[in-house]
């Protein structure tokens, strides 16, 4: 697993390096999702397929920019990533990131083993979570790393970070989002889900929501490369991460590597205000 982490490092140095390239526009293009590519997106994703192919520990990869997985060896492990999430972002200078799964068997919730990101904003930084362990360091430029204190949720916090199209929210959805800011939470959101769930686990908690809505039922956000990571991280920073039928996100099954989810990351305080909007108490 080392191993990955540190192609991770080496790959992050290389993307910070493809987004300061300048403007580079879009692809004639789709990914699976139906999103036009922008040529950052594809150079991204080459990066990191070059970073992790070659790794002795890694038998497959998947990209949320490529249709099928790619078989790399022999090795333990199979990499989901989101070369560049929020890449739309990157032209008005916001925070983008990279996400990654790192499973055993196949690309199943239950067989994460390891999570990371990296948020590329005034400074590199990068998550990385093991079972029982979560890190956060400053990447340098010359690729030395400055450790900084683990990230930790409290039982609640003060940020709310409401993503989907308000336009199609469900009524319950809309009541639960209104209930967190007149308890007087902030909004927090940038359309960058590694920034915006970022601020809150580093702030140390609140709610970050991407809900079913009546347009996107099945919500936006893909399970593989996208929600089972940040599930991962944040229970292991002590928050909880379920889906709107109070499901733990981690045990929903996956038929195919492109399934999005509503999904709830937050802080239990939060995550408890959503099971009673959602009306789906936590299982006795
Ligand atoms: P919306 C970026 O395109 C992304 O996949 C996530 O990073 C982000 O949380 C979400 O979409 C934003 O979606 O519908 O709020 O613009």
Redesign the pocket.
Known sequence: MEEIFEAILRGARRVYGAINQGELGYCDTNNCSG?QQLRLDLISDQIWLEELQTLPSVQMVASEEREEPVETGRGEYLVAYDPL??S?LVDVDLSVGSIFGIYRESFQGANLVGSAYVVYGPRIEVVTALQGEVKRSIVRHDGGLIPLDPPRLKERGKLNAP???QKGWYPHHRELIDSLFSEGYRLRYS????P?LHQILVKGGGLFS?PGTEDKPNG??RKLF?VFPFAFIYEEAGGEAIDDRGRRLLDLPCQGIHETTPCFFGSSYEIGRVREFYNVPRAE
Do not use: A, H, I, R
């Open positions: 999103e999430d929020g739309s993503g989907g199209t359309g960058g889900m590694v915006d991407y936006k956000l996208e």
